[in-house]
């Protein structure tokens, strides 16, 4: 599935795909040419919809309900931990540190404007 996916993101709308991939985590000079691909399914086509979410309930709660390695306390769904911290960050504010903090008021201050309110991380 990672491949077909792979080359309906990467290679049929010639984005960078295999070997040509750059990972922008250690290069952040190159161009990285991501690709995307976007699905819609009309999940009604299928069969009943309320029963595929019954499913999908069923499907969720045996996947919490496995047994854990020693010191996992919880097992995440996909986008579960980016939603709890997005969450997070809109009640309590965007968390940034210290050093960040103190270029981003060093600019604030050269501009004459006014500096970030809050503590740091």
């Known amino acids: 599935m990672s491949l077909v996916v792979g080359l309906l993101a990467g290679t049929l709308n010639g984005a960078a795909m295999g070997r040509d991939v750059i990972d922008f985590n250690r290069d952040v000079q190159s161009t990285t040419n991501t690709g995307q691909a976007m699905a819609m399914i009309d999940i009604a086509a299928f069969g009943d919809v309320a029963a595929f979410k019954r499913r999908v309930d069923t499907v969720v709660r045996d996947l919490r309900s496995s047994e854990r390695l020693p010191g996992v306390e919880r097992i995440w769904l996909p986008g579960e931990q980016s939603h709890a911290k997005r969450v997070a960050y809109g009640r309590d ?9 103190q270029a981003l008021d060093a600019v604030a201050a050269e501009l004459g404007i006014a500096a970030l309110e809050g503590g740091t991380a």
Request: zero cysteines; hydrophobic letters at 55%.
């Open 93 to 101: 504010g965007i968390p940034i540190g210290a050093a960040l903090r």
